[in-house]
């Protein structure tokens, strides 16, 4: 540093070396400091030497502001050497907005050594780290919602686990978003697939023995701790991955689908010839850009390993109440 504040003590150091460029101890050293005001501070003795070469003066004596310059004088094998340099003391001060953000999805580590003592004298007996993460970001589904779906057992899960596997199980939905989402359907589809998921990562951490009262679940940094489980978690994960892999087709048309829907249409709508052997055959509308409803309105529609055909329509759509159904009836 060469600024420092009023009264403040100044650590000033130097370097020694001998011909051959390498770090030498010195003899006969002093220290001259002349201050702003014109005095002149000469200093024999009380230097610090850290390591081979390497020494230090700790000069408290800035009561005056301005600029000091100093010079170190001292013998290296038999030759006299001398360095000078200069720092400066000010007073007052300025007041401004600038703080250090913070990003999102960070993870901040504090590391407080072996040794560390506090004001009443105690000492901290062996190194300890504490952390914390910045706000996620994206994160599509809450902890709270989270909770609910994993039941009582999760309630010993630190947030920090929770939030982690959200973020990641969110990171996804956005990877398997392969159209533009159309609205809000897309949105509550995201928040339904990621917790979901995130309840899968979670059952599915590796499991062994904590003592007596219980087991861990760790999966590198997602930590679970639990007490014992009176339910079926193999039965639970088949349930949880069937409604995320629905939810997951959902996400991935972008809400362009309810459900238990599919791509396709259920019916052929009349379109323009396309130059793509899919499309020319039977001239259907690209379900990519096309919002089929299901069922669709005024045809005729069946489940799979039903005989009989019926009619009938959801209110899925309105463009499809706007355009298409009056396409159908002319």
Same mark, same amino acid.
């Given at each position: 540093?060469?600024?420092?504040?009023?009264?403040? +003590?100044?650590?000033?150091?130097?370097?020694?070396?001998?011909?051959?460029?390498?770090?030498?101890?010195? +003899?006969? %050293?002093?220290?001259?400091?002349?201050?702003?005001?014109?005095?002149?501070?000469? %200093?024999?003795?009380?230097?610090?030497?850290?390591? +081979?070469?390497?020494?230090?003066?700790?000069?408290?004596?800035?009561?005056?502001?301005?600029?000091?310059?100093?010079?170190?004088?001292?013998?290296?094998?038999?030759?006299?050497?001398?360095?000078?340099?200069?720092?400066?003391?000010?007073?007052?001060?300025?007041?401004?907005?600038?703080?250090?953000?913070?990003?999102?999805?960070?993870?901040?580590?504090?590391?407080?050594?072996?040794?560390?003592?506090?004001?009443?004298?105690?000492?901290?007996?062996?190194?300890?780290?504490?952390?914390?993460?910045?706000?996620?970001?994206?994160?599509?589904?809450?902890?709270?919602?989270?909770?609910?779906?994993?039941?009582?057992?999760?309630?010993?899960?630190?947030?920090?686990?929770?939030?982690?596997?959200?973020?990641?199980?969110?990171?996804?939905?956005?990877? %398997?978003?392969?159209?533009?989402?159309?609205?809000?359907?897309?949105?509550?589809?995201?928040?339904?697939?990621?917790?979901?998921?995130?309840?899968?990562?979670?059952?599915?951490?590796?499991?062994?023995?904590?003592?007596?009262?219980?087991?861990?679940?760790?999966?590198?940094?997602?930590?679970?701790?639990?007490?014992?489980?009176?339910?079926?978690?193999?039965?639970?994960?088949?349930?949880?991955?069937?409604?995320?892999?629905?939810?997951?087709?959902?996400?991935?048309?972008?809400?362009? %689908?309810?459900?238990?829907?599919?791509?396709?249409?259920?019916?052929?709508?009349?379109?323009?010839?396309?130059?793509?052997?899919?499309?020319?055959?039977?001239?259907?509308?690209?379900?990519?850009?096309?919002?089929?409803?299901?069922?669709?309105?005024?045809?005729?529609?069946?489940?799979?390993?039903?005989?009989?055909?019926?009619?009938?329509?959801?209110?899925?759509?309105?463009?499809?109440?706007?355009?298409?159904?009056?396409?159908?009836?002319?």
């Amino acid at each position: 540093m060469k600024c420092y504040s009023l009264n403040s +003590t100044v650590k000033i150091r130097v370097l020694f070396y001998n011909e051959c460029k390498e770090a030498s101890n010195a +003899t006969n %050293i002093s220290l001259s400091i002349t201050k702003p005001d014109g005095n002149v501070v000469a %200093i024999n003795n009380g230097f610090v030497n850290v390591d +081979t070469g390497f020494y230090y003066y700790s000069f408290a004596d800035t009561d005056v502001a301005g600029e000091y310059s100093h010079q170190w004088t001292a013998t290296i094998d038999g030759t006299q050497v001398t360095k000078a340099d200069k720092f400066t003391v000010k007073t007052g001060g300025s007041v401004g907005f600038d703080f250090v953000e913070l990003g999102t999805n960070e993870l901040v580590v504090v590391q407080l050594l072996k040794g560390l003592k506090a004001t009443d004298g105690s000492e901290l007996s062996q190194s300890t780290y504490l952390s914390f993460s910045t706000e996620y970001d994206p994160f599509y589904c809450s902890i709270d919602m989270l909770l609910m779906e994993l039941g009582p057992w999760a309630e010993n899960i630190p947030e920090d686990t929770l939030a982690l596997a959200i973020h990641w199980s969110s990171i996804e939905a956005d990877y %398997i978003t392969g159209k533009k989402p159309v609205d809000e359907r897309h949105q509550y589809a995201t928040t339904r697939f990621v917790m979901y998921d995130a309840a899968i990562k979670l059952l599915s951490m590796p499991v062994g023995p904590n003592g007596p009262a219980g087991s861990t679940k760790q999966l590198g940094d997602l930590l679970v701790e639990t007490g014992s489980i009176d339910f079926s978690i193999k039965d639970l994960l088949v349930e949880l991955k069937l409604e995320r892999d629905e939810w997951w087709r959902v996400v991935n048309a972008g809400g362009a %689908i309810m459900p238990g829907q599919g791509l396709g249409p259920t019916y052929a709508v009349k379109g323009d010839a396309r130059k793509d052997a899919r499309n020319v055959s039977r001239e259907w509308h690209d379900p990519w850009s096309e919002y089929y409803t299901q069922p669709s309105a005024n045809s005729k529609y069946r489940r799979p390993g039903e005989k009989k055909y019926k009619s009938g329509y959801t209110r899925w759509s309105e463009y499809y109440f706007t355009s298409v159904t009056k396409g159908i009836r002319r």
